[in-house]
């Protein structure tokens, strides 16, 4: 499954356990969110680095105390349809000014990228997407009406600054 | 009207290569219906009974007269010579191609209009009042505030894969035309003390489970509107239901909160947003937007119009469509004319192209170019000159629409029913036919006045009947279609959804049904003066009841 | 997609319909497993061949979107519960629309 961040195809060196799975001696793991909560004192003094992955009913707000120690947020679509990882995301970036890496996984359309990207994801993990496609989708709007938590300026803005 | 800049017809443009390229990944095969479904229908393309269906926006029902002429010029290139107006100001076209309806929206983009998010679990077309700007009976013009929240909603990047669909109406008049405590959010233009706001209503609905919205603001000024829906959208974004289809509108939400806990999680995520998520809508941009609403210069005239006068004495079907078809209007000597889309046997908001045409160019020639659609599908030209409206109304007799039934009992709002829908279960546009053939006559129609006869397919109530005064919803009886009369629901500021008055009537049985409701109603009334719903609430149902099944 | 699709017994005879992907009409698998836009060309099916020719139709996305069986007689005519909706898919709105329903109304009122 590629995974692509800043235009670009890079190996995955973390590995996701189920909350149900023992971990391995993997150096980069991604726990789901209680697990986290509940094993991340003991985890931080095996040299483990850590990561997170939430799913679309986590409150991202109990991450807030930790994101300092987080390299990793992983924001899980397990159906395309379900969109509560774009308000986690925007809560994430915007309110919370998480600054590490925030990965898109799970059922990622090609078509929902820029939404992602817009709403702070930097990373995507998808099947259904290519390099090219990832690419061309980020590039489809050259404006936007509202700010989010990429850099651009809502047009209500640039208007008044003509 | 609004007209778009660079970066609004951009935007549009944009929008239409986008949908260019995804339509042919769909047609050549990498990209597979079951994740095309939510890009088309975000981009108004249905796949109905008998073909792909377009639904194009209309903001807040405002067209000038190009554009109306460009919807005239697709209805007859790419469709069969017609479209079909909607309860939400839209119009559908029934038979487009899959492979046309890029070019569709380019031809669209060049007149300043598109598809956007006319369909799909996102922030839809924001509707209002058509007789906004014109009418007297409002405080100010709502629509620079839906251009606003329009452009606000366009493309939002959260919320465009919301639990449900998500309809938001706007209204600055007491008299509430546009439906407001019927959508997931309605919103009130208000003053105080010098400012202007926002009172705001959440979780109304029609569709399975019918609810009245509830109010959840008293009162959000302006300069703070746009931050208190997008804390609204996330809270309905992040738990709204999910789980079922049919729950996952925010009506389910507020209810299973509880108006009041609902509206403490929106006061605690707007107070929750810090000073750079804040959308700070310049000052500045709220003033050009407005400025595009400041309306006709009308020049002054005098209250009485001898002409018209003249002509309603010689011309007794102009004297009758005058006394239904025509709203005052905020200026003297003008008023809002109303061309009916429900001529008796007529389809309810079909137009043709010609009939398109027509408008286009009465718009042009008298209305300032200002061309309305109403939720109740019917076009308004809102500011006539009194004295033009003899000569507006013989070319409208040409068309065939000088029906003379603007909210009369044969002015119903009819979804399209199984004739077209792939969701009904019943057809509902000849039913609506039979009924008005019982009451074509003119002057039985103005003696039963003002009524609202809404009438759906199937239980998504496109057709409105929880808020018709008289509703008629078909239903599906082993394959046979039924029809169930509600009475007593209304849609404007008294909104009450209407109860089922008894079991289901076949579909020879309705026109008999309806009448019998009438003459029960003209029977009980105290005078002509007291409308069909004020004798329904004084005299309660029962006898309505009875009049229906008395038969049996 | 309908609402309501009801569930065929395996030896129910069956036609097999769905839109044309690129134009949106509908369309009915023939006999020989081709699409035709007349419903009298339809070709019936019964049993595995049926499940088999629907799996079929639903490789080609590309060509036709949403495939499902119909309820058929023997002799191919439509029937069952669904005998309304298909009836109307197979032959157009029951309303005259467009100039012919304006021209029809127009008679009708004054």
């Not at chain 2, 009904?424 to 546009?429: D, E, G, M």
Request: with cysteine; aromatic share 8%; net charge negative.
């Amino acid at each position: 499954m590629p995974l692509i961040k800043n235009n670009q195809i890079i190996d995955n060196i973390w590995t996701y356990v189920p909350d149900d799975a023992p971990l391995g001696d993997e150096s980069h793991i991604i726990l789901g969110l209680e697990r986290f909560l509940a094993e991340r004192l003991q985890q931080r003094s095996s040299n483990k680095a850590l990561g997170v992955r939430l799913a679309p009913a986590d409150d991202p707000e109990k991450l807030r105390p930790y994101l300092d120690e987080l390299d990793l947020i992983e924001v899980d679509f397990p159906k395309y349809a379900d969109g509560r990882g774009f308000s986690q995301a925007q809560l994430l970036r915007r309110r919370y000014a998480y600054t590490g890496e925030l990965r898109a996984v799970g059922e990622v359309l090609r078509d929902q990228i820029l939404y992602m990207h817009r709403s702070g994801f930097d990373t995507f993990s998808t099947t259904r997407a290519d390099l090219s496609d990832v690419m061309a989708a980020l590039d489809e709007f050259s404006l936007s009406y509202q700010k989010a938590a990429d850099i651009r300026e809502a047009v209500f803005g640039i208007r008044q600054k003509r | 009207m609004y007209r778009y800049d660079e970066f609004d017809a951009a935007l549009v443009n944009e929008r239409v290569s986008q949908f260019r390229g995804q339509v042919a990944r769909r047609i050549e095969g990498s990209l597979p219906e079951d994740e095309f479904k939510p890009l088309r229908l975000q981009n108004g393309v249905y796949l109905q009974m008998h073909a792909y269906m377009l639904r194009v926006a209309i903001p807040y029902g405002q067209l000038g007269s190009a554009q109306l002429r460009r919807l005239a010029e697709i209805s007859e290139k790419y469709d069969r010579g017609y479209g079909h107006f909607t309860t939400r100001q839209n119009i559908q076209f029934n038979w487009v191609e899959l492979k046309d309806i890029p070019d569709v929206l380019q031809d669209l983009a060049d007149v300043e209009m598109h598809a956007i998010q006319t369909s799909g679990n996102c922030i839809r077309n924001v509707t209002s009042d058509h007789f906004a700007g014109a009418t007297a009976d409002e405080l100010m013009d709502p629509r620079p505030w839906c251009e606003i929240i329009r452009q606000w909603s366009t493309f939002h990047p959260e919320f465009a894969f919301l639990p449900r669909k998500f309809k938001i109406a706007v209204t600055a008049a007491a008299h509430d035309r546009a439906a407001i405590r019927v959508h997931d959010i309605g919103l009130h233009m208000k003053q105080q003390d010098g400012t202007t706001g926002f009172e705001v209503h959440v979780g109304g609905g029609q569709g399975r489970t019918p609810v009245i919205a509830a109010k959840v603001n008293d009162f959000v000024p302006e300069s703070e509107i746009l931050d208190y829906l997008e804390a609204v959208m996330r809270v309905y974004n992040r738990f709204g239901r999910r789980d079922n289809k049919y729950k996952a509108r925010i009506k389910i939400l507020v209810s299973e909160t509880g108006a009041e806990e609902f509206s403490r999680l929106v006061d605690a995520e707007y107070a929750a947003q810090s000073a750079h998520e804040k959308i700070d809508l310049p000052g500045d941009e709220i003033e050009r937007i407005t400025a595009y609403f400041k309306g006709p210069k009308l020049p002054t005239r005098p209250l009485e119009s001898t002409a018209f006068n003249d002509a309603r004495v010689a011309d007794p079907d102009f004297d009758e469509w005058a006394a239904v078809n025509l709203h005052p209007h905020k200026q003297a000597g003008y008023t809002s004319v109303t061309v009916s889309l429900k001529p008796i046997g007529g389809l309810a908001g079909d137009a043709t192209t010609d009939q398109m045409m027509v408008i286009a160019d009465l718009a042009e020639a008298f209305g300032h170019d200002d061309i309305r659609v109403s939720h109740a599908q019917n076009i308004v030209l809102p500011h006539i000159a009194i004295d033009d409206l003899h000569a507006i109304y013989q070319q409208l007799q040409r068309a065939g629409l000088a029906t003379a039934n603007e909210s009369l009992i044969t002015d119903m709002i009819v979804c399209p029913g199984l004739d077209y829908c792939n969701l009904a279960n019943a057809r509902s546009i000849p039913v609506g036919q039979d009924i008005q053939k019982v009451f074509a006559d003119p002057a039985y129609q103005r003696d039963i006045g003002k009524l609202h006869i809404n009438i759906s397919g199937c239980i998504n109530a496109c057709g409105h009947h929880h808020v018709g005064h008289i509703g008629i919803l078909g239903v599906d009886r082993k394959g046979q279609e039924f029809y169930q009369i509600s009475l007593g629901g209304r849609a404007d500021e008294k909104a009450a959804i209407g109860e089922i008055a008894g079991k289901a009537l076949s579909q020879e049985e309705i026109p008999a049904a309806i009448k019998q409701i009438i003459e029960t109603y003209r029977s009980h009334r105290t005078s002509k003066d007291e409308r069909f719903i004020d004798t329904l609430e004084r005299i309660g149902h029962a006898p309505f009841k009875e009049a229906i099944y008395a038969a049996d | 997609m309908t609402s309501v699709r009801p569930k065929l017994k395996p030896e129910a005879p069956k036609a097999i319909t769905a839109w044309d992907t690129q134009t949106g009409q509908t369309v009915w698998m023939t006999p020989d497993g081709s699409w035709s836009v007349k419903s009298g060309d339809l070709g019936i099916f019964v049993g595995d061949v049926a499940e088999a020719k629907l799996s079929e139709a639903r490789g080609q996305e590309s060509k036709v979107t949403d495939p499902y069986f119909m309820e058929v007689t023997e002799d191919g005519a439509i029937c069952g519960r669904e005998t309304l909706r298909e009836n109307i898919r197979s032959n157009g709105p029951t309303v005259a629309y467009g100039k012919a329903g304006q021209a029809l109304s127009s008679t009708l009122g004054k």
